[in-house]
């Protein structure tokens, strides 16, 4: 059974640099039919998709966050990570890790971790 | 980009049916999944591709999406089935993802 979970600081200061890892068990991150990504959610808010990456290195970035986020995979770790650089109160979420599964000209997460909440605080 | 539109609430009596829409102009070129969210949990996958089900979940979901308008139907529902519900599009052949802004579904 896949399993997803999600690490990171918890508390990150404004303009500091947000760094959130998933590890993968239950299948392989090299999986070719799958990729990985983001999905966030602020306090009483909807759902916001973040990013998605595939185990090559292909990422695709939501336009609003692009200038700020990256993502990468360590595929020997069965990890993939999100950087979001410049954090401001806005960014205080739940951030979810997921299987991002590709269907014709579309993604869905098929599979979703438990959810971080991630705080932007001085 | 897109903009889904769902009402943000829906309220249902036990054993009727439940429905949920999202619309867009031209929805049913794309296609829609749906996600339920129970307070406190991770979102769950219920309904892909605008009509599929994962595995597990039961036959009382279904979806459809024509014209404008995608519609998440939830017969039979039951008190376990509160929760708010999201759909979710991609544009530029999945290169952006956009959610709707989710309906609280309340079971009286």
């Known amino acids: 059974q896949l399993q997803l979970q999600e690490s990171g600081p918890g508390l990150v200061k404004p303009s500091d640099t947000l760094s959130l890892t998933c590890t993968v068990s239950?299948?392989?991150?090299?999986?070719?039919?799958?990729?990985w990504g983001w999905v966030r959610q602020p306090p009483g808010k909807g759902l916001e998709w973040i990013a998605t990456?595939?185990?090559?290195?292909?990422?695709y970035y939501n336009a609003s966050l692009k200038s700020r986020v990256a993502l990468s995979v360590d595929a020997s770790k069965g990890q993939f990570s999100l950087k979001l650089i410049s954090v401001t109160a806005a960014d205080t979420a739940v951030y979810y890790c997921?299987?991002?599964?590709?269907?014709?000209?579309?993604?869905?997460?098929?599979?979703w971790g438990p959810g971080y909440l991630l705080t932007v605080s001085s | 980009s897109s903009i889904l539109t769902q009402p943000p609430s829906v309220s249902v009596a036990p054993g009727e049916t439940a429905t949920i829409t999202c619309g867009e102009d031209k929805i049913g070129r794309k296609s829609v999944h749906w996600y339920q969210q129970k307070t406190g949990q991770a979102p769950v996958l219920v309904v892909y591709d605008d009509r599929d089900r994962p595995s597990g979940i039961p036959e009382r979901f279904s979806g459809s999406n024509y014209g404008n308008t995608a519609t998440l139907t939830i017969s039979r529902v039951d008190a376990g089935d509160e929760a708010d519900y999201y759909c979710q599009v991609c544009e530029d052949g999945g290169r952006q993802w956009v959610f709707g802004g989710g309906t609280k579904l309340t079971v009286l």
């Open positions: 997921g299987r991002h599964r590709f269907s014709i000209n579309t993604f869905f997460v098929d599979y």
């Open positions: 990456i595939y185990h090559t290195g292909t990422t």
């Open positions: 239950g299948d392989s991150i090299s999986n070719s039919d799958s990729h």
